[in-house]
Protein backbone atom coordinates (compact mmCIF):
# COMPACT_ATOMS: atom_id res chain seq x y z
CA UNK A 1 0.00 0.00 0.00
CA UNK A 2 1.74 3.29 -1.52
CA UNK A 3 1.63 6.05 1.35
CA UNK A 4 1.16 9.90 -0.32
CA UNK A 5 3.67 12.43 0.78
CA UNK A 6 2.81 16.52 0.38
CA UNK A 7 6.37 18.41 0.19
CA UNK A 8 5.74 22.01 -0.06
CA UNK A 9 8.97 23.35 -0.45
CA UNK A 10 10.26 26.22 -2.20
CA UNK A 11 13.53 25.43 -2.74
CA UNK A 12 13.61 23.40 -6.16
CA UNK A 13 16.87 21.54 -5.86
CA UNK A 14 16.08 20.55 -2.37
CA UNK A 15 12.83 19.64 -3.30
CA UNK A 16 13.73 17.60 -6.57
CA UNK A 17 16.59 16.01 -3.86
CA UNK A 18 13.95 15.28 -1.18
CA UNK A 19 11.30 13.89 -3.69
CA UNK A 20 13.74 11.65 -5.61
CA UNK A 21 14.90 9.93 -2.25
CA UNK A 22 10.86 9.76 -1.32
CA UNK A 23 10.21 8.58 -4.34
CA UNK A 24 13.25 5.57 -4.33
CA UNK A 25 11.56 4.56 -0.75
CA UNK A 26 8.70 3.97 -2.19
CA UNK A 27 6.36 6.89 -1.60
CA UNK A 28 4.15 8.88 -3.30
CA UNK A 29 5.23 11.97 -3.74
CA UNK A 30 3.48 15.99 -4.59
CA UNK A 31 5.00 18.74 -4.63
CA UNK A 32 4.25 21.99 -3.83
CA UNK A 33 6.49 25.30 -4.55
CA UNK A 34 4.11 27.77 -1.82
CA UNK A 35 1.90 27.87 0.94
CA UNK A 36 -1.20 28.93 -0.61
CA UNK A 37 -0.88 25.54 -3.22
CA UNK A 38 0.68 23.39 -0.74
CA UNK A 39 -2.75 24.27 1.55
CA UNK A 40 -4.96 23.25 -1.81
CA UNK A 41 -3.79 19.94 -1.86
CA UNK A 42 -3.55 19.13 1.78
CA UNK A 43 -7.04 20.17 2.13
CA UNK A 44 -8.30 18.43 -0.82
CA UNK A 45 -5.88 15.18 -1.63
CA UNK A 46 -5.54 14.79 1.96
CA UNK A 47 -2.27 12.96 2.03
CA UNK A 48 -0.89 10.18 4.44
CA UNK A 49 2.04 13.00 5.91
CA UNK A 50 2.97 16.43 5.15
CA UNK A 51 6.73 17.63 4.79
CA UNK A 52 6.69 21.44 5.69
CA UNK A 53 8.95 24.34 5.11
CA UNK A 54 8.50 26.98 7.57
CA UNK A 55 9.72 30.15 5.43
CA UNK A 56 7.36 29.66 2.10
CA UNK A 57 6.17 32.52 -0.49
CA UNK A 58 2.09 33.26 0.09
CA UNK A 59 1.63 32.05 3.65
CA UNK A 60 4.49 30.40 5.99
CA UNK A 61 4.50 26.84 6.68
CA UNK A 62 3.51 27.88 10.00
CA UNK A 63 0.43 28.98 9.00
CA UNK A 64 -0.38 26.35 6.71
CA UNK A 65 -0.07 24.36 9.79
CA UNK A 66 -2.67 26.16 11.92
CA UNK A 67 -4.80 26.21 9.34
CA UNK A 68 -4.90 22.67 8.24
CA UNK A 69 -5.50 22.49 12.15
CA UNK A 70 -8.15 24.50 12.44
CA UNK A 71 -10.35 22.91 10.25
CA UNK A 72 -10.00 19.39 11.95
CA UNK A 73 -7.33 18.03 9.48
CA UNK A 74 -5.03 15.53 11.30
CA UNK A 75 -2.30 14.71 8.57
CA UNK A 76 0.82 14.38 10.16
CA UNK A 77 3.21 17.02 9.80
CA UNK A 78 7.12 17.29 9.49
CA UNK A 79 8.49 20.88 9.49
CA UNK A 80 11.77 21.80 8.17
CA UNK A 81 13.42 25.35 8.99
CA UNK A 82 16.54 26.91 9.64
CA UNK A 83 15.11 28.22 12.78
CA UNK A 84 17.07 26.17 15.59
CA UNK A 85 16.15 27.95 19.05
CA UNK A 86 14.14 26.43 21.34
CA UNK A 87 11.54 28.78 21.28
CA UNK A 88 11.14 28.35 17.58
CA UNK A 89 10.59 25.03 18.16
CA UNK A 90 8.05 25.33 20.47
CA UNK A 91 6.31 27.40 18.55
CA UNK A 92 6.17 24.98 15.33
CA UNK A 93 4.93 22.57 17.50
CA UNK A 94 2.34 24.61 19.36
CA UNK A 95 1.22 25.19 15.62
CA UNK A 96 0.32 21.78 15.65
CA UNK A 97 3.14 20.67 13.59
CA UNK A 98 4.60 16.81 15.22
CA UNK A 99 8.25 16.66 14.09
CA UNK A 100 10.66 19.45 13.69
CA UNK A 101 14.02 18.70 11.48
CA UNK A 102 16.38 21.82 10.75
CA UNK A 103 18.26 22.51 8.14
CA UNK A 104 20.96 21.59 6.98
CA UNK A 105 20.01 17.55 7.94
CA UNK A 106 20.82 14.45 6.23
CA UNK A 107 18.90 12.42 4.12
CA UNK A 108 18.43 9.52 6.17
CA UNK A 109 17.31 11.71 9.50
CA UNK A 110 14.16 12.88 7.30
CA UNK A 111 13.63 9.40 6.22
CA UNK A 112 13.56 7.63 9.25
CA UNK A 113 11.43 10.85 10.95
CA UNK A 114 8.82 9.96 8.17
CA UNK A 115 9.29 6.21 9.06
CA UNK A 116 8.23 6.68 12.51
CA UNK A 117 5.10 9.02 11.72
CA UNK A 118 3.74 6.81 9.62
CA UNK A 119 4.35 4.12 11.85
CA UNK A 120 2.03 6.18 14.35
CA UNK A 121 -0.68 6.78 11.94
CA UNK A 122 -0.82 3.17 10.26
CA UNK A 123 -0.12 0.52 13.42
CA UNK A 124 0.53 -2.57 12.23
CA UNK A 125 -2.21 -4.78 10.68
CA UNK A 126 -2.88 -8.39 12.12
CA UNK A 127 -0.52 -11.11 10.38
CA UNK A 128 -4.60 -12.80 10.22
CA UNK A 129 -7.59 -11.30 8.51
CA UNK A 130 -10.51 -12.83 8.81
CA UNK A 131 -14.36 -12.54 7.33
CA UNK A 132 -17.24 -14.92 7.68
CA UNK A 133 -15.23 -18.04 6.18
CA UNK A 134 -12.32 -16.40 4.64
CA UNK A 135 -8.98 -15.93 6.37
CA UNK A 136 -6.12 -14.51 5.08
CA UNK A 137 -3.02 -15.24 6.12
CA UNK A 138 -0.54 -11.81 5.67
CA UNK A 139 3.04 -13.81 6.53
CA UNK A 140 2.63 -17.36 4.59
CA UNK A 141 0.48 -15.47 1.82
CA UNK A 142 -2.18 -17.80 2.25
CA UNK A 143 -6.16 -17.76 1.73
CA UNK A 144 -8.59 -20.27 2.89
CA UNK A 145 -12.60 -20.18 2.36
CA UNK A 146 -13.38 -22.45 5.15
CA UNK A 147 -10.34 -25.04 4.86
CA UNK A 148 -9.81 -24.68 1.39
CA UNK A 149 -6.66 -23.52 -0.03
CA UNK A 150 -7.38 -20.76 -2.98
CA UNK A 151 -4.57 -19.89 -5.46
CA UNK A 152 -4.20 -16.04 -5.70
CA UNK A 153 -2.35 -14.11 -7.81
CA UNK A 154 0.26 -11.90 -5.92
CA UNK A 155 -1.92 -8.44 -7.06
CA UNK A 156 -5.75 -10.69 -6.41
CA UNK A 157 -3.63 -11.33 -2.97
CA UNK A 158 -2.98 -7.57 -2.72
CA UNK A 159 -6.64 -6.95 -3.53
CA UNK A 160 -8.09 -9.26 -1.17
CA UNK A 161 -6.14 -7.94 1.76
CA UNK A 162 -6.86 -4.40 1.18
CA UNK A 163 -10.89 -5.37 0.98
CA UNK A 164 -10.62 -7.60 4.31
CA UNK A 165 -8.72 -4.56 6.20
CA UNK A 166 -12.45 -2.62 5.62
CA UNK A 167 -14.70 -4.83 5.82
CA UNK A 168 -18.69 -3.57 4.83
CA UNK A 169 -17.08 -0.27 4.06
CA UNK A 170 -17.92 0.73 0.67
CA UNK A 171 -14.55 1.52 -1.54
CA UNK A 172 -14.51 3.41 -4.54
CA UNK A 173 -12.38 2.17 -7.59
CA UNK A 174 -10.06 5.06 -7.09
CA UNK A 175 -9.58 4.26 -3.70
CA UNK A 176 -8.76 0.96 -5.11
CA UNK A 177 -7.14 1.83 -7.96
CA UNK A 178 -4.72 4.12 -5.49
CA UNK A 179 -3.81 1.73 -2.45
CA UNK A 180 -3.19 -1.77 -4.69
CA UNK A 181 -2.07 -0.54 -7.85
CA UNK A 182 -0.64 3.02 -6.92
CA UNK A 183 -1.81 6.74 -7.66
CA UNK A 184 0.24 6.80 -11.17
CA UNK A 185 -1.22 3.30 -12.57
CA UNK A 186 -1.76 3.66 -16.36
CA UNK A 187 -2.86 0.34 -17.52
CA UNK A 188 -6.15 -0.66 -18.64
CA UNK A 189 -9.23 0.95 -17.50
CA UNK A 190 -11.31 -2.05 -16.48
CA UNK A 191 -8.47 -3.64 -14.23
CA UNK A 192 -10.40 -3.58 -11.14
CA UNK A 193 -13.02 -4.71 -12.95
CA UNK A 194 -10.90 -7.65 -14.51
CA UNK A 195 -9.49 -8.76 -11.11
CA UNK A 196 -13.09 -8.32 -9.30
CA UNK A 197 -14.13 -10.95 -11.35
CA UNK A 198 -11.58 -13.28 -11.61
CA UNK A 199 -11.51 -12.86 -7.24
CA UNK A 200 -15.32 -13.98 -7.02
CA UNK A 201 -14.82 -16.98 -9.66
CA UNK A 202 -12.02 -18.70 -6.79
CA UNK A 203 -13.76 -17.37 -3.66
CA UNK A 204 -16.83 -18.61 -4.88
CA UNK A 205 -15.38 -22.01 -6.31
CA UNK A 206 -16.06 -24.22 -3.33
CA UNK A 207 -19.20 -22.40 -1.90
CA UNK A 208 -21.69 -20.16 -4.21
CA UNK A 209 -22.07 -17.64 -0.87
CA UNK A 210 -21.20 -14.48 -2.22
CA UNK A 211 -18.80 -12.02 0.06
CA UNK A 212 -17.51 -9.45 -2.59
CA UNK A 213 -20.48 -7.49 -3.59
CA UNK A 214 -20.53 -4.70 -6.31
CA UNK A 215 -22.09 -1.58 -5.44
CA UNK A 216 -23.62 0.49 -8.55
CA UNK A 217 -22.40 3.70 -9.30
CA UNK A 218 -19.79 3.70 -6.48
CA UNK A 219 -17.78 0.71 -5.92
CA UNK A 220 -17.16 -2.39 -4.29
CA UNK A 221 -17.70 -3.94 -0.43
CA UNK A 222 -16.65 -7.48 1.76
CA UNK A 223 -19.95 -8.07 3.29
CA UNK A 224 -22.48 -10.89 4.50
CA UNK A 225 -24.74 -11.87 1.51
CA UNK A 226 -28.18 -9.04 2.38
Given at each position: MTDHILLVEDDPRLAEFIEAELSLEGYRVTVAANGIHG??????????????????????GLDVCLRLRSTGIQVPIILLTAKDEVPDRVVGLNAGADDYVTKPFSIEELLARVKARLRCTHPEAPDLLEFEDLTLNRLARQVYRGKQLIALTAK??????????????????DQILEKVWGYDFM?????????IRA??????ASTPKRLLHTVRGVGYVLRETL
Open positions: LAIAREAQPDLLILDWMLPGISEFDLLEFLLRHPRQVLTRGESNIIEVYLRLKLE
